[in-house]
C-alpha cells in the first residue's frame, strides 16, 4: 500500500467515527423523547481497487464507510401519567396520524402517544396531526373505514325512565296503620323511600314509594311525586301516579307482586309516561326465589337497592382507551358510549420506514405499505392508556459506543499522522 492511500484510508476512517459519533449524539440528544427508537452505525470495508480475481494478488482494503444507519425497535419502557388521552403500545405496530408535515400531506406513523382533544373535538398529537381510527355507528358497532377520531363536543339525548327496580326489608313486625290516605302518606304507611326519575326532557323528578302493611304478609304500594312535578297537580300536595300489592311467604319471601296503571303527566314532557315498578323475582308471579328483591324478615325496614333506566342529557367529560384501543366516551350524565377504535399500523419491514422528525415515520417502498387493522391482531401490539413509551436508549451502551468511536476516531488520526512523516521523509530523501 503505498503512503498516499494510508492518507485516504487514515481519511476515511475518520469520517466513518465521526458519522457514528453523530449517530450516538442523536440517541442521547433523544434519551427523553416519548417513542424515540435509537439506531446505531453500521460499518463497511472499502476495498483498494475492484474485486480481485482467483489469480490475482490480494490487495490491502481502503478503509471504511458507515455505510447504513439502523433503527433499533426493541420496546421502551412505559412510564404512568395523569392524563387518560395519553396511550402507549406494548409490542409491534404505531398509532396512524394525518396532516401536513414539511409540506408534506398524509399518513405518519409514530410511537409517540401524547394526545390530546382540541377545540373541534378531534384528537390530536402536540403537532396538531390528527389521530386516526375506526368511528362507533350508532348501535354500538364499529365501522371499517379509518379517518379521524372525533371525541367531542358530543352529547347523550335524555331517556325517559321506563323501568324502576327496588330491592329492601320490609319488617314483619309492623302493625297494620290507619287506612291509606293519600293527602297523608307518611302516617298511614309503615316505610317508604325515595327514588330519582327522568321524564322525556331529562328533568328530573324524586317519586317517593309508601309501602303500607295490609295483613299478615300482605302489603301495598304507593308511587307518588309532587303534585307541582305533573300537569294539574298543586305544589307540596303529593299525586299517586302507580300503586299495587305485594305478599310474601312464611319464610319472608317475596311470593307475588302486583301492579295497577302507572302513568305520568310530567310537565312539558311527554303525557301518559308508563314506570314499570319491579320489586325482585317473586315465586310466583315470576317463578323467582322471591329473595333477590324484596324480603319480609323480623328486621327494621330498610332499603337495600334502587335503579332505574333513565338518565338526563348529557355531554362528554373524558374518554377512557382500552387494551384493543375502543376508546369510550365518559359522559356528565354518568353514560357510557363507544366513540371509536385507535387504528394501528405494522409493516412488512420496519427497517425500511423512513424518519421525518417530530417523531413521525413515513412509509417507504422498502418498509411496504402500511397494514392497518386494530391492536392485538394481526400481530399488532396492545394499547396501554394512561401512559407513553420512553425512549429505549441505554445512556450506559451509549458512553460505551462513544468511548468506542472516540478511540477509533484518535486511531485513525494517528494512522494520517504517521502517514504524512512517512511522506516528508520520502520526500527529504531528495535532498
Known sequence: MSILRSLNTGVSG????????????????????????????????????SIPTTNSTPTAGAGSRLAHIQQVWSQGALLTTDSPTDVALQGNGFFVVEGTVGGASGNFYTRAGQFHIDNTGHLVNPDSLRLQGYTANPDGTMGTTVGDIVVGPGTVPASATTSADIAANLDSNEVVPPAWDPTDPAATSNFSNTLTVYDSLGNSHEITTYFRKSASNAWE???????????????????????????FTTDGALDTETAGASSWDFIDATAGQVIDFDFGTSITTDGGT??????????????????????????????????????????????????????????????????????????TEASGEALIGVAEAGGRGSVV??????????????????????????????????????YGELVNLKR
Open 14 to 49: 475518520l469520517q466513518s467515527h465521526s458519522e457514528a459519533l453523530g449517530v450516538t449524539g442523536d440517541n442521547i440528544a433523544n434519551v427523553n423523547t416519548v417513542g424515540f427508537k435509537r439506531s446505531r452505525g453500521v460499518f463497511q470495508d472499502l476495498l483498494g481497487r
Open 385 to 422: 392508556a394512561g401512559a407513553l413509551e420512553q425512549s429505549n436508549v441505554d445512556l450506559g451502551t451509549e458512553f460505551v459506543n462513544m468511548i468506542a468511536y472516540q478511540r477509533g476516531f484518535q486511531a485513525n488520526s494517528r494512522v494520517i499522522t504517521t502517514a504524512d512523516e512517512m
Open 290 to 363: 322471591g329473595l333477590d328483591g324484596f324480603t319480609q324478615f323480623a328486621a327494621p325496614s330498610t332499603t337495600t337497592g334502587l335503579t332505574q333506566d333513565g338518565y338526563a342529557s348529557g355531554t362528554v367529560a373524558g374518554v377512557s382507551v382500552g387494551a384493543d384501543g375502543v376508546i369510550t366516551g365518559v359522559f356528565s350524565n354518568g353514560q357510557m358510549r363507544t366513540i371509536g377504535q385507535l387504528a394501528i399500523a405494522n409493516f412488512t419491514s420496519v427497517d425500511g420506514l423512513s424518519r421525518a422528525g417530530q417523531g413521525l415515520l413515513t412509509a
Open 221 to 247: 304500594w304507593h308511587a307518588m311525586v309532587d303534585g307541582g312535578d305533573v300537569v294539574g297537580g298543586t305544589p307540596g300536595v303529593p299525586v299517586e301516579g302507580a300503586s299495587g300489592t305485594l305478599t
